[in-house]
């Protein structure tokens, strides 16, 4: 069945520095990949997504990378600043109404002053 | 409404009492979930609708959860005879589904802090 593998499930980054998180999947018909960002005591909020369409999509200090070939994509955060600490979590939606998203085990995310 | 509306925001109950946690999707979503958050943890799975198909139960629990959707909207997760483990957020997703039964404009509610004491 689908699955998405997420990694690292901590990272701690030094403000300013950049944070990755990668995502590996195993279905080949998603074409559609979002990314969502939870910070403590509020609800899981989108950032950014991909379609399979294209293999890089930036939204200036996050973007987010597709390599379909490998079955994985990436969140990058650049110049990480002190508000980019929280959970961030990759999502598998549903290619058809019969199966369900699925959501990666989730990365804590720490900016050190 | 404009976005996906859940209600309590807090309940706290007694053990061994029933609770009735409701979401309000937004419009002209077909689809629903139920997730169950426990502190610093990720989202725990419950339950999905889809439109008028037979609902995905498969990440319920036990027999008491259980969960409705009237009239393919609102929905109502039940827990009977709760537990202190049941303790968690509870958060209720919606999409729409798009060609070819791909699901977009997935959103989240703000969850329902349920304390079991």
């Known amino acids: 069945g689908e699955n998405v593998e997420q990694h690292p499930s901590t990272l701690s980054v030094q403000e300013g520095d950049s944070a990755v998180i990668k995502c590996t999947y195993s279905?080949?018909?998603?074409?559609?990949f979002p990314w969502y960002k939870q910070e403590l005591g509020k609800r899981p909020q989108l950032i950014i997504d991909?379609?399979?369409?294209?293999g890089e999509k930036k939204d200036q200090r996050i973007a987010v990378t597709l390599n379909k070939t490998a079955k994985h994509f990436s969140l990058h955060i650049t110049e990480t600043q002190p508000e980019d600490s929280a959970v961030y979590f990759c999502?598998?939606?549903?290619?058809?109404?019969?199966?369900?998203?699925?959501f990666g085990s989730g990365t804590r995310l720490s900016i050190r002053p | 409404g404009a976005g996906v509306s859940q209600s309590p925001s807090n309940k706290v109950t007694e053990k061994g009492k029933d609770v009735e946690l409701r979401c309000d999707p937004i419009?002209?979503?077909?689809?629903l979930y139920w997730y169950r958050q426990s502190l610093g943890q990720g989202l725990e799975f419950l339950i999905y609708?889809?439109?008028?198909?037979?609902?995905?139960k498969s990440g319920l629990p036990s027999d008491r959860f259980s969960a409705e959707r009237t009239g393919g909207s609102v929905s109502t997760l039940t827990i009977q005879r709760t537990q202190q483990e049941d303790s968690a957020v509870y958060l209720c997703?919606?999409?729409?589904?798009?060609?070819?039964?791909?699901?977009?404009?997935?959103?989240f509610g703000s969850g329902t802090r349920l304390t079991v004491v």
């Open positions: 997703a919606s999409s729409f589904t798009g060609t070819g039964g791909a699901h977009y404009g997935y959103t």
């Open positions: 279905d080949s018909a998603s074409n559609y």
């Open positions: 991909i379609r399979s369409n294209v």
């Open positions: 999502a598998l939606p549903p290619y058809s109404s019969a199966s369900k998203i699925i």
């Open positions: 419009s002209g979503h077909t689809a």
């Open positions: 609708f889809q439109g008028n198909s037979a609902p995905d």
